[in-house]
């Protein structure tokens, strides 16, 4: 698989990263055995990126990944970890004493002495344009806690205020056929700074993947069922803040622009990686088959291109005038 190097960081990943909320929490029940057939299914298929967050599964996922790769060492694999998110939502809650705190307790879960990358986990707006956080990060960075950091944001106002902090290495943004945002302003500044793209909900929460209907159902400890109006956290993260049976007809379009043998979530991914200035896409999983199958969109190609101008054209008529204005 391709590589490309995110940011800041200076390590290569692949354009096909692995994220796993799925295999903390909020997306149903995942057993750890299974878990970890996730995890080999992506790494024999050219993974080398895992993003995570100590809030998925209060640390569960941290640990899973931690656990897999005491199991396997010496595999070139960039581990992103986000904190944050797991107090009170208040700017002063994000000092230096809270963040050593918080990265105490994923470097026992990820069994780390130092974090590969550390986001900053859609903090309040105000904690993005605050000197001194940044400082802190950067007094981490010095005593070795961590080798980089960044941000992942809702918005992309948020996105373009850390991109011009000098040390930011990545921003992780929700970026898919339903989220064109992010290409007006945010990918070309980052490109310009150096930093790294790192999208997210590229299937817009599985919408994209083409296998839902009017009629599906979804557990109800998944956010798809109890976040549909933003009531736990951020509507957008939940198919991308689009209304589900609207979606459901712009993804009956979008799947007249996917040729033969090329599953519509391949599609949906290649879009994303075509992008100029995305590092990585971050795909959930919940099975060794659905990682493989991510993957193999990181071969796709031209086809983000070729598939362009019909995206932007769904994107017009079903999602602007909701969507562009909000996030």
Not at 183 to 193: F, I, K, M, T
Request: charged share 20%; aromatic share 8%; with cysteine.
């Amino acid at each position: 698989m391709e590589q490309r190097i995110l940011g800041k960081t200076g390590r290569p990943v692949s354009t096909i990263g692995l994220g796993t909320w799925q295999l903390g929490a909020d997306w149903g029940q995942v057993d750890q055995e299974d878990a970890l057939a996730v995890l080999e299914g992506a790494v024999d298929s050219g993974v080398t990126f895992f993003d995570t967050a100590d809030v998925y599964g209060d640390g569960r996922s941290e640990q899973t990944i931690g656990s897999f790769l005491k199991a396997n060492p010496g595999l070139d694999v960039t581990v992103a970890t986000k904190m944050g998110r797991r107090t009170d939502q208040l700017p002063e809650n994000y000092s230096l004493t809270n963040f050593r705190s918080w990265l105490d307790r994923s470097r026992r879960n990820l069994q780390q002495d130092t974090l590969d990358l550390v986001q900053l986990h859609c903090p309040p707006t105000a904690v993005y344009s605050n000197p001194e956080v940044y400082d802190a990060l950067d007094t981490l960075v010095s005593e070795g806690v961590i080798r980089n950091y960044g941000v992942s944001v809702e918005r992309t106002d948020e996105a373009l205020e850390a991109i011009k902090r000098g040390n930011t290495a990545t921003v992780q943004i929700i970026l898919n056929a339903f989220r064109l945002k992010p290409l007006d302003e945010v990918l070309p500044a980052a490109a310009a700074a150096g930093v790294g793209i790192i999208a997210r909900v590229p299937l817009a929460s599985g919408l994209l993947s083409g296998k839902y209907t009017k009629d599906t159902e979804f557990p109800e400890d998944d956010h798809r069922n109890y976040n549909r109006t933003g009531s736990a956290f951020d509507v957008g993260e939940t198919f991308s803040g689009v209304d589900f049976e609207t979606g459901l007809a712009a993804v009956d379009e979008f799947n007249a622009l996917v040729p033969d043998g090329v599953s519509t979530a391949q599609a949906a991914l290649a879009w994303v990686v075509a992008q100029e200035g995305v590092t990585t896409v971050i795909p959930g999983a919940r099975t060794p088959a659905q990682a493989r199958a991510n993957a193999e969109a990181g071969a796709e190609g031209g086809l983000g291109n070729e598939i362009s101008a019909g995206v932007l054209d769904i994107y017009n008529r079903y999602f602007r005038e909701a969507v562009h204005p909000r996030w």
